[in-house]
């Protein structure tokens, strides 16, 4: 199982990055795909979700109208628009993988967010 992000890196703050996550090692359509975030110090917070057919989303009230989540299952990968971006949106995101039965991370992406 695997779960690849990219698309991390540095931008100013107004700023645009779309991250993306490429999935294999399991059925990808199957699953509800997520991004969380983490900064040092603390707890590792969910920022966008996605159903495993992608007919619903959610967000954090800190990102919605910023951040655009999607999936394309014929590629079996995930992505995450972002928009407006903020210094306080400065993080480690990580790519998330859950069905009933398991529950796969990727290894994260640094986002900085800093002129």
Do not use: H
Request: aromatic share 14%.
């Amino acid at each position: 199982v695997q779960l690849v992000e990219s698309g991390g890196g540095l931008v100013q703050p107004g700023g645009s990055l779309r991250l993306s996550c490429a999935a294999s090692g399991f059925t990808f359509r199957w699953y509800d795909m997520s991004w969380y975030r983490q900064v040092p110090g603390k707890e590792r917070e969910l920022v966008a979700a996605i159903t495993n057919a992608g007919g619903s989303t959610n967000y954090a009230d800190s990102v919605k109208g910023r951040f655009t989540i999607s999936r394309d299952n014929a590629k079996e990968t995930v992505y995450l628009q972002m928009n407006s971006l903020k210094p306080e949106d400065t993080a480690v995101y990580y790519c998330n993988a859950r069905s009933y039965f398991n529950n796969y991370w990727g290894q994260g992406t640094q986002v900085t967010v800093s002129s």
